[in-house]
């Protein structure tokens, strides 16, 4: 149970909010709230809840509804949240712990984050205070002295909450983000000087100097036209420097030259197990594994919930100092329900770790493999390795330096491993009872556990000394301190076949969960059902919103409940990922769940997904429309740009992955073909990323709907896709039916780009004449439907053409023309643009423009993190310099 001040006044419940009633009983809960555990008297009580002068009976009305309050709290259970509204003389007092108001809370974070030093902790803190407000502040209550005073505070408080947020997003840096924030509470409170003045210096120092001015001139005639006043002194002030240019507005203060910096200490681990316990031995064992020979591999085995990463990770934040040039952490997941990450996906994280530039990252994962190897070459690293399936998994992942520690952890023996490179296996079983006894005092304290012995002993038997069973068990109790281990213990016996069950790795907890999952608030159980209808390895509280069918402010609660009850870990935060077993159970719950749920997930990623587009690839044709009848979910994620939109996609591959082939097999082809083309701009970034299948399981579901539309656009994109994987014949046959299949549709941008995409594959195996002629055919299907981004699309390859044909007055032409369509925001393609025209002016003799265009594409594409472009002009630039 809490309570919303923040919005409508209403009791928070486990099955959903419950409003007061009437506006009287609403301002009496109000005024109780905003002064908890403080006796409020009769007088001021009745001032809260009359706008005038209260009625002689006044007194009698408000013990009415202190009666229906009392009962409305009794009714959810209040009692046991410590919650009581009791009589005290002539006065009331809601008894209460303060913290289950939102009000409180907000407060609370707002104090916390103005003591923060670091910017980034700052706005984590505000956003989260920020996130209770559902509303106005108070709706629902009588308009009265007391409370609007009360509101009026309340958002005085968000709004400078607001501004501190933006004050913290612009010592990060991020001016975008502040001026995000600061324009939607300065359109709804327009003469607010304060956070008109905020919002100017954030456009500026986002290089919008002009937008910045023009908001002043809107203040400006506000103030004078419904005020009748001249702006304020922090207004003008900012006004002046934005006109003078200079100072910390728009330049900020010259820097000395930085110096040489230190080399980058990666730090991957999660942070490490709480109540860790036991495993002296094994810790002793993996101690003289990792301390002897050159780049010791340490094997960390055993069954499923033995605690194998709780242990390595234990191990590698109490070796820490051992490890000077950092720690890295990949989880493989190779005894998961969903795909492990690819081998080059793993390094290049490693390689961000490392500090390598994102647009310097190789392209393929042999290439990752080699960088990786020579950058961990002389340091004193350690590699945890978590979840691997096979000795070929882990292999590439490796790292290339004698001084460095790899410990692999997995289900399997890995005896290729061992044969090839001498790994020093480090055998986990499941705790003896001493010290499974010791583990559950960790979570239950040990004066509990004393006193209780017997059945302590006989629990950690009935876990059969499985960690996860342990935890899972304590975490249980620890939620009803009423509730004995002995009582515990004759539950778990009840199980039938429990016995069975812990000595069967993948089910071997089943009966913890159930009881645990069975403790849980209503909210917080539906959402681990829906769990079980994911399609990928994590989730955001946007796909748990979906899953479950609420808001995801409530989702987001719902997985911080379950992150508590030790059945989601914040992997990396705002992303929760189920243990394997648990996420086994939850598919096991997965017929209990929301039947909708799924197509509700379906949805929001089709959703989401043009979001991701449109940040992405600004002015591009959308890459699907939107089937009829799906539904907008509660909310869609918002992305500030392209590199939001990327991460996004990368996040989400497994997910989407895995929401395709759900959807096929529920017969949803019409979804399975447009979230098969989600994540086309990823796709165009790493074209050796594996996305032939995940493509052709598209294309089985465009024709299984019998769409030619989706039929061209999955082909065309396949057939580009094989091209740049060197499958060139395969590429052609989806490619010469595209076009055809965009014309049945109906859809002219759809087939200029599938004519596009084949003339280019036509032109790169040799078929000059036919490809010159397709080309022509793209622009001039591009210029009747009027769509830039496909008419620059065309245009370039054109060019591109032109260029190879040695038909360099042309290929400027072209591209010049192109230049005038494209979109300010499309860096790639203008980067791409610049390379062609430096190339064109190359070839006619006007080698310093030429040049000149090279050196703007070459910076252009590596800001955009476009590494193929940049090295392309880098190329093209160095061939310039030779004179060839």
């Known amino acids: 149970m809490e309570f919303r001040l923040l919005g ?105 984050a103005g003591a923060q030093r670091n910017a980034a902790d700052t706005v984590r803190m505000l956003r989260e205070a920020l996130s209770y407000w559902q509303g106005p502040a108070l709706t629902g209550t009588v308009p009265s002295g007391p409370l609007e005073a009360a509101a009026t505070a309340l958002e005085e408080l968000r709004l400078s909450s607001v501004e501190a947020l933006a004050e913290a997003y612009g010592k990060l840096g991020e001016h975008g983000r502040a001026a995000a924030v600061l324009r939607t509470e300065a359109v709804a409170h327009p003469l607010r000087e304060s956070l008109a003045a905020a919002l ?26 419904e005020l009748g006043v001249d702006p304020g002194a922090a207004l003008a002030d900012t006004y002046a420097e934005l006109l003078r240019d200079a100072g910390a507005v728009l330049v900020p203060a010259p820097a000395e030259p930085p110096a040489p910096e230190p080399a980058v200490v990666p730090e991957l681990l999660p942070r490490a197990p709480r109540g860790f316990t036991g495993r002296e031995a094994e810790t002793a064992l993996l101690d003289r594994a990792a301390g002897g020979g050159d780049a010791p591999v340490c094997l960390v085995t055993g069954p499923a919930g033995v605690g194998k990463t709780a242990f390595a990770v234990d191990w590698a934040h109490r070796r820490r100092t051992a490890f000077p040039d950092g720690r890295l952490f990949a989880d493989l997941r190779g005894f998961s329900d969903t795909p492990a990450p690819e081998t080059g996906v793993v390094l290049r994280e490693f390689l961000l770790a490392l500090g390598v530039p994102q647009q310097r990252v190789p392209e393929t994962a042999v290439g990752r493999g080699a960088l990786f190897r020579s950058l961990t070459a002389g340091r004193r690293m350690l590699v945890v390795l978590d979840n691997a399936r096979s000795s070929e998994q882990v292999r590439p992942l490796l790292p290339g330096g004698d001084g460095c520690v790899t410990v692999v952890t997995s289900r399997d023996r890995l005896g290729g491993l061992i044969a090839s490179d001498a790994a020093r296996p480090v055998p986990l079983r499941q705790l003896p009872p001493a010290a499974a006894t010791a583990l559950l005092a960790t979570v239950l304290g040990q004066d509990r556990v004393a006193a209780e012995p017997a059945a302590a002993e006989r629990l950690a038997g009935l876990c059969d000394g499985l960690p996860l069973a342990l935890r899972v068990t304590a975490a249980r109790l620890a939620e009803r301190p009423a509730r004995s281990l002995d009582d515990m213990v004759g539950e778990l016996a009840c199980e039938q076949g429990r016995l069975a069950l812990l000595d069967v790795e993948d089910v071997g907890v089943s009966a913890a969960l159930r009881l645990t999952v069975q403790q849980l608030p209503e909210s917080a159980a539906r959402a681990f059902r829906a769990l079980g209808l994911h399609t990928g390895s994590d989730l955001d509280h946007f796909a748990a919103a979906a899953l479950t ?187 010469e039916k595209a076009p055809a299949l965009a014309l049945l549709a109906g859809d002219p941008i759809s087939e200029a780009i599938a004519v596009v995409n084949h003339a280019a594959v036509l032109d790169a195996t040799g078929e000059y004449g036919r490809a010159r002629a397709l080309m022509a055919r793209a622009v001039a299907l591009a210029d009747r439907t009027g769509h830039p981004s496909t008419q620059v699309l065309a245009l370039q390859h054109l060019a591109g053409h032109c260029l190879r044909a040695g038909e360099y007055e042309e290929a400027l032409a072209h591209v010049l023309r192109a230049g005038e369509l494209v979109a300010p925001d499309a860096v790639v393609v203008q980067a791409e643009l610049r390379i062609v025209r430096g190339e064109a002016l190359a070839g006619i003799g006007r080698v310093e423009e030429a040049a000149h265009q090279l050196e703007r594409a070459a910076a252009d594409a590596e800001a955009a993190g476009f590494t193929a472009g940049s090295a392309r002009a880098a190329e093209r630039l160095a061939r310039l310099a030779a004179g060839r």
Not at 200 to 225: C, F
Not at 601 to 620: I, K, M, N, T, V
Request: net charge negative.
């Open 8 to 112: 409508s006044v209403a009791v928070v419940t486990e099955g959903g909010d419950v409003a007061p009633g009437p506006a009287k009983r609403t301002s009496l809960l109000a005024a109780l709230l905003l002064r908890p555990n403080t006796a409020v008297n009769v007088t001021g009580l009745m001032d809260a809840l009359w706008e005038d002068e209260p009625p002689t009976h006044a007194k009698t009305v408000l013990q009415g509804h202190v009666s229906r309050l009392r009962a409305l709290l009794a009714a959810h259970g209040a009692e046991a949240y410590g919650v009581e509204l009791t009589t005290q003389g002539s006065a009331y007092l809601l008894r209460m712990p303060e913290s289950l108001v939102d009000a409180h809370r907000f407060e609370e974070l707002v104090g916390l």
């Open 549 to 735: 069918g609420t808001t995801p402010a409530r989702a987001a609660a719902d997985l911080e409940r379950l992150a508590a009850a030790h059945l989601l870990t914040e992997a990396v935060p705002g992303r929760w990922t189920p243990h394997d077993l648990v996420r086994l159970y939850a598919r096991g719950l997965a017929p209990q769940a929301d039947p909708e749920g799924l197509r509700r997930l379906l949805d929001h990623y089709l959703y989401a997904g043009l979001a991701a587009d449109a940040a992405a690839e600004p002015g591009s044709q959308p890459c699907y429309a939107l089937p009829a009848d799906a539904r907008r979910p509660a909310a869609v994620p918002e992305f500030e740009g392209r590199t939001a939109a990327l991460d996004w996609y990368v996040a989400e591959r497994p997910a989407l992955e895995g929401a395709v082939a759900a959807s096929a097999a529920l017969g949803l082809h019409d979804r399975a073909w447009r979230l098969a083309l989600v994540a086309w701009p990823l796709m165009l970034m790493r074209l050796q990323d594996g996305w032939t299948p995940l493509l052709e399981a598209g294309l089985a579901s465009a024709e299984a709907a019998g769409d030619p539309d989706a039929q061209s656009r999955t082909r065309a994109l396949l057939g580009w896709i094989l091209h740049e994987e060197g499958r060139d014949e395969e590429a052609l046959v989806h490619l």
């Open 200 to 225: 100017m210096t954030a456009l500026a120092r986002a290089g919008r100097r002009s937008d910045a001015l023009d908001w002043y001139h809107r203040t400006r005639r506000l103030l004078a036209e």
